[in-house]
């Protein structure tokens, strides 16, 4: 399978906890976008990275959020001090440069639960 | 302000022809992106409009008019597993983020 994969696909962690979430996009995507979506609701953009450079964090994401990506391949979002309110599923997508980078394809993405 | 308006539900028969429509309000505007997306699937890229005018890829079809801020798409020959919730998405900025709509909820009956 050369699509987008994430891991783990749920997570269940309680109040106040920290959590790693994975992404490996396809592998000649230079793009990489992580996005939240909650039921009801459309992905909310998180955070851009252009290779290994992260080129836009939204400003509603606070100081909790990290991402990084190593050598311009996978990577990982990590989520501090997890409140019930970072519940959603958190979704990987990548893309080309130029011309078709607006074709974003996506993983599976992680559901996460904070009790 | 950066919104995206769509309606939340349609149904629709199978057969028939459905279109969701789409305006939007931002500052700033590359193109408009059309998403599908299964119940607990990820989203698949359908369709998108750089351009005033009609793209057509099979059964659906999407059309833009920037000057009215507004496009949909059409998705002709409805078939039971095109229920599903569409998402319009705008790519804003170079680095071709997606700003997402709240999704319309597409049911097709037999």
């Known amino acids: 399978d050369t699509g987008v994969s994430q891991d783990p696909r749920h997570k269940i962690t309680k109040r106040g906890q920290n959590v790693t979430f994975r992404c490996d996009p396809i592998s000649e995507h230079n793009r990489l976008y992580w996005y939240r979506q909650t039921l009801g609701q459309g992905p909310e953009f998180l955070t851009y990275?252009?290779?290994?450079?992260?080129?836009?964090k939204s400003r509603l994401l606070s100081d909790r959020f990290s991402a990084e990506r190593p050598k311009g391949s996978f990577s990982t979002l990590e989520i501090q001090r997890t409140e019930q309110g970072d519940s959603a599923m958190y979704l990987c997508?990548?893309?080309?440069?130029?011309?078709?980078?607006?074709?974003?394809?996506f993983g599976p993405g992680t559901r996460l639960t904070v009790t | 302000g950066q919104s995206l308006e769509q309606p939340s539900e349609v149904t629709a028969v199978e057969g028939a022809i459905v279109q969701i429509n789409c305006t939007y309000q931002t500052s700033g505007f590359y193109g408009l992106s059309w998403y599908q997306q299964h119940d607990g699937g990820a989203p698949t890229f359908l369709s998108y409009n750089a351009l005033d005018g009609l793209e057509e890829t099979g059964r659906f079809s999407s059309f833009l008019s920037r000057s009215d801020s507004y496009g949909y798409l059409l998705l002709q020959e409805l078939q039971m597993k095109d229920s599903a919730s569409y998402f319009c998405?705008?790519?804003?900025?170079?680095?071709?983020?997606?700003?997402w709509g709240l999704g319309t909820s597409l049911a097709v009956n037999p």
């Open positions: 998405a705008y790519n804003a900025g170079n680095n071709r983020k997606l700003i």
């Open positions: 997508a990548s893309s080309v440069g130029g011309d078709r980078s607006y074709e974003q394809y």
């Open positions: 990275f252009q290779n290994e450079a992260q080129l836009e």
